[in-house]
């Protein structure tokens, strides 16, 4: 005796069975689904890196050339107006989601957060896109030494420390270090 000839409704089974197959299909699915990650390294050449604050991803054991893991960068281009006033490309880029985009600073200018620090002090950095908030957390680890009178001017600051993203329903966090200034 089979199940038709028992008496019992076929489309019940079918439907049964296409919903089992649904269900298996969805978890082999999720299970060998992988999500790229938000932040990204910016391609080189891709944007001018002259001046202004850069942080990279921290090297792992094979070290890339630094200008192939930036992952944010503000440089001066536009600050230099005579009424202070940024006039264009004013905003830090980032490679996010698979593109390079600009990111809002809740912060204001990095090297501002830097004055009267000493090597050792932290410093926050915070950025919005959309929804998604950007958080630096650095710890400075090199500043330039008081002008000793020679007339050359250093004006270079080095830190390290943890990016935190966050788009509502990931979050994120990358190992940094970067720089400020020529």
Known sequence: MNYISS?????????????????????????????????????PGTIEVEG??????KPSRNRADYLERIVFHWGYQG???????????????????????????????????????????????TYRLGSMTIRFRNRITFLCPPNNGSGDVCEVAKFEGVLRVSDGTRNETYETMGHCGL
């Open 79 to 125: 600050l230099e107006s005579p009424n202070g006033k940024c006039v264009s490309n004013c905003l830090p880029y980032m490679f996010l989601f698979g593109k390079v985009v600009t990111v809002m600073p809740l912060t204001g200018w990095p090297e501002d957060l830097l004055h009267n620090k000493e090597v050792g002090d932290t410093f926050t950095e």
């Open 52 to 57: 202004g604050c850069t942080h990279v991803l």
């Open 7 to 43: 008496g019992r409704n076929p489309r019940v089974l079918v439907t049964f069975c296409l919903a089992l197959s649904a269900a298996l299909l969805h978890v082999s699915t999720a299970i060998g689904e992988t999500r790229r990650p938000i932040v990204g390294t910016i391609p």
